[in-house]
Nanobody, 128 residues
Framework: QVQLAESGGGLVQPGGSLRLSCEAS????????RAWFRQAPGKEREGVSC????????YYADSVKGRFTISRDSAKSTVFLQMWNLKPEDTAIYYC?????????????????????WGQGTQVTVSS
């Protein structure tokens, strides 16, 4: 089991930026790729981005391509989600997760399998 803890959420104006962090620990950490999901009120949880455990390849939902960047530190324990040009529709609780693979169609992140471990979530609100 992997323990995950997100931080960095908050209130930001449209067009602003935020950087989320996800610190992870646990003996099984090296077995998994890392992903960010989000869930807006009244909507299903959706995959936002994923970074592969194998080679660091990155994948994004079409709605965030060109605005969000996923990265990790050299120890591969902390994963970041840098978000630019935020829009009101980005408002959601953001969760980091471990996943077995980054499922994708080309460069688009399209998760189907359930994530393995979840963080507690961090609220991102984009509003003027």
């Amino acid at each position: 089991q992997v323990q995950l803890a997100e931080s960095g959420g908050g209130l930001v104006q449209p067009g602003g930026s935020l950087r989320l962090s996800c610190e992870a620990s646990g003996a099984a950490l090296g077995h998994y790729s890392r992903a960010w999901f989000r869930q807006a009120p009244g909507k299903e949880r959706e995959g936002v981005s994923c970074i592969s455990k194998l080679d660091g390849s990155t994948y994004y939902a079409d709605s965030v391509k060109g605005r969000f960047t996923i990265s990790r530190d050299s120890a591969k324990s902390t994963v970041f989600l840098q978000m630019w040009n935020l829009k009101p529709e980005d408002t959601a609780i953001y969760y980091c997760a471990t996943v077995r693979v980054c499922e994708s169609r080309g460069s688009t992140y399209t998760p189907y399998q359930r994530a393995v471990d979840w963080g507690q979530g961090t609220q991102v609100t984009v509003s003027s």
